[in-house]
């Protein structure tokens, strides 16, 4: 029996029995002090007052404290270690939130309540554009999410919300500094938050971001099986980041108004041993940096009664024009001397996106939110060089019209959920006539031209929702649902055919794909209130025609490699190129495809705290522990799925001074799909310590915290160069928060 269905086997059963056990034990215990957890209105959530504890689908929300303790450089870097959730990395530059093994186009990434408009789910070595170090508070919601959040929510939601749109308005004026340094990197990042309320209806907010770095250090060498060359260096993964936003809030007793224009701009390294004279091994004679960024304007309002028979209106927009280049460095063999630098991949994306939300007064006991959200979207990736056109995805555009319901009732038992949503995809490709690619040449050995024209591609989309929570007494809940959701395919997985330059991939694409069709069952248990506070979780979801990214094994094992036309090895231009020829001689793109089968995906996750001390010096013991398993219904396994997890932690304190620390083990995975590695298990130790400063007009946080203290060389199963980006070693930030105003 594999280490992983081991650890599931004696994990859930143990954690279930301590709980019920503990639960009896401690009964009489907290019957006088029964100290009760946090409430946090869940803002992605429509209805716009629920907490955490209301809510039936299992969510995650980091905020204060422990949204202090995590804040790092990425989205993906926040949240990796919560139950379901990691990271899928490609170097520093690039953290990307995994959701129970679904990441890229499956979870969706909001930006105060909508989608980032971006091109992250369009490629593993994309940066997610956003400012998550500012956020005020981050919403996980696990498992399919597409009754409110559209087609794309299959795998799950992460909503990170700002402190642009927050209808509270204070008189004076106040400010937010936050500012750190590691000597890992020379990395260092800034915040700052400002605020000014000019009456009792108008208040004006500013937010600034930067992060700097060098390159990050290692253990060990930055590939697998490197052993020549830099030893602890994580060649090219510097960062340079900007990120300003202005915001004007007008508040009335009847609701608000809100206008923010933003920008976001980052330059980043794509992680790879670089080494063109081949004077310490066998490194690469250039190195790709992403250069990206994106203006954005978003409006937000909500109407208070605005009806009879209408609690609330809620409007949310957003338009975003986005922009991202791949360029190439090229040095010269002979002298190591710079030569060029070379646009090899430019993207385009120009999106308009907004929602209504209708909130109904109580229907014979139903009080409920109908919605309608309508999404416009234009792409386009090109490859500039030469006359020929060639595009890595070809320009299309993208329109979705959907309306959802969601009801809720109590109940005696405690409450019920029911929702739908039906939605119409329809993606327009451009003709493409002339392109330097011909096609490929598949597995079975038949040739597979490149498609000049695509007609439309249309999809109606239905998702159905049930569940209920059930109250089996004022500390204990049981979770209950089950969804059916329809996702489209996304434009890369139907139109891509090309060289994706900086992800190191000649990716195929099927315009022929159709949807997926989700079941997705989930059963929880919860304790909320009392010393001790558990989540437990398991899932079954169960995908009809999943389309996942799949290589093709070259019969040693390793991954079919082609050049930057899609020839193989002794084939087209790669068996008869001339000196000089570069990229059509070179077999340097993994050659992967979009396919699609039936699948299935299994898990669990758990989450536990114990107040062993209470008083000035209290002591707070933690654990948690995920699975989750992915394979193909016909047999084998799915690639890139997170391996096991588990985890332990404590938090303790005296008078201003706290203190965390939190181990997690990663076990090695595998399983794997075809033409994929096995990846060792690590450990990673992590430490926090804070000093709380206050004073009169400022509430200062001096912090201290390390991470992967182990300097461990870890490789993340779920990111896909793996093998060539390992994580960054040993990390110790030092750093202020500080809060000024009244």
Request: hydrophobic share 35%; with cysteine.
């Amino acid at each position: 029996m594999s280490t992983t269905r081991t650890v599931v086997h004696r994990l859930v059963p143990a954690a279930v029995l301590a709980a019920a056990v503990s639960s009896q034990m401690l009964a009489a215990q907290e019957r006088e002090e029964r100290p009760l957890l946090q409430e946090i209105v869940v803002t992605a959530d429509p209805f716009g007052n629920r907490t955490v504890d209301d809510l039936i689908q299992p969510i995650t929300v980091i905020t204060g404290e422990q949204l202090e303790r995590r804040r790092s450089g990425t989205i993906g870097d926040i949240l990796d270690g919560l139950p379901g959730v990691s990271n899928s990395d490609f170097g520093p530059g690039v953290g990307r939130p995994t959701v129970r093994g679904q990441q890229g186009s499956r979870v969706v990434i909001l930006d105060d309540g909508l989608r980032v408009a971006d091109v992250s789910g369009e490629g593993a070595d994309h940066a997610i554009a956003l400012e998550a170090r500012g956020a005020d508070q981050i919403e996980v919601f696990r498992g399919p999410t597409t009754l409110l959040y559209g087609s794309g929510a299959a795998g799950g939601v992460v909503n990170v919300r700002s402190r642009r749109f927050l209808p509270v308005t204070e008189p004076g004026t106040r400010a937010l500094i936050d500012g750190a340094y590691s000597g890992n990197g020379d990395d260092r990042l800034g915040n700052v938050h400002l605020e000014h309320a000019l009456d009792d209806a108008w208040t004006l907010r500013a937010d600034w971001g930067i992060r700097r770095s060098n390159d990050f250090s290692i253990d060990g060498f930055q590939e697998v099986d490197q052993d020549e060359g830099f030893r602890g260096r994580l060649q090219n993964s510097s960062i340079n980041t900007d990120t300003a936003s202005g915001t004007v809030m007008y508040t009335q007793d009847w609701g608000y108004l809100g206008f923010s224009a933003s920008r976001w701009r980052t330059d980043y390294g794509i992680p790879e041993v670089f080494d063109p004279q081949r004077i310490r091994g066998d490194g690469s004679d250039d190195f790709e940096r992403v250069f990206a960024e994106h203006e954005r304007f978003d409006l937000r309002g909500e109407f208070n009664d605005p009806l009879p028979g209408w609690e609330a209106v809620r409007l949310k927009a957003s338009y975003t024009s986005f922009e991202q280049q791949e360029v190439e460095f090229e040095f010269s063999r002979s002298d190591g001397q710079f030569e060029d630098a070379i646009v090899e991949a430019e993207f385009q994306n120009d999106e308009f996106d907004t929602r209504l939300d209708f909130v109904h007064a109580p229907i014979n006991g139903w009080r409920g939110v109908l919605g309608v959200q309508y999404t416009d979207r234009d792409f386009f990736a090109d490859d500039p060089r030469g006359g020929d056109r060639t595009f890595y995805v070809r320009p299309n555009r993208t329109r979705a019209l959907a309306a959802y319901i969601v009801e809720e009732r109590e109940m005696n038992f405690g409450r019920m959920e029911l929702g739908a949503r039906l939605e119409r995809d329809r993606a327009n490709p451009e003709n493409i006539f002339g392109s330097r690619v011909p096609g490929y040449t598949q597995a079975d050995g038949t040739f597979l031209p490149f498609p000049e024209t695509l007609g439309t591609k249309s999809q109606t989309l239905l998702s159905l929702s049930g569940g209920a929570i059930i109250d089996i007494d004022a500390a204990h809940h049981v979770r209950v649902s089950v969804t059916r959701a329809e996702r489209a395919p996304t434009a890369e997985q139907l139109f891509a055919f090309g060289r994706h330059s900086a992800a190191g991939t000649f990716e195929i694409g099927d315009p022929g794909l159709s949807r997926e069709t989700y079941a997705n069952f989930e059963v929880g248990i919860d304790r909320h209130e009392g010393r001790l506070r558990y989540d437990l979780t398991a899932f079954y979801n169960r995908a009809d025609d999943y389309v996942f990214l799949a290589s093709e094994d070259d019969g040693t094992g390793e991954p079919v490699f082609v050049n930057d036309i899609g020839n193989r090895a002794g084939e087209g231009a790669t068996a008869g190129c001339e000196p000089g020829d570069g990229g059509l001689c070179r077999l340097r793109n993994q050659l992967v495809t979009n396919e699609q089968a039936d699948a299935e995906f299994y898990g669990a996750e758990f989450g536990a705290s114990y107040d062993l001390v209470t008083g000035d010096m209290p002591l707070v013991l933690r654990a948690s522990a995920d699975m989750v398993r992915g394979s193909l219904r016909d047999g084998g396994d799915l690639p890139r799925i997170t391996p096991a997890r588990f985890g332990v932690g404590f938090d303790t304190g005296w008078n201003d001074v706290d203190f965390s620390v939190d181990l997690q083990r990663v076990n090695r995975q595998n399983r794997i799909g075809e033409a994929e590695s096995r990846t060792a298990g690590y450990n990673l130790l992590s430490a926090d310590l804070q000093w709380h400063v206050r004073a009169a007009g400022a509430d200062t946080t001096l912090y201290l915290r390390g991470r992967n203290l182990l300097n461990e060389d870890g490789r993340r199963h779920q990111s896909f160069f793996k093998d060539d980006a390992p994580i960054i070693g040993r990390a110790i930030y030092i750093g202020f928060r500080t809060a000024l105003g009244n």
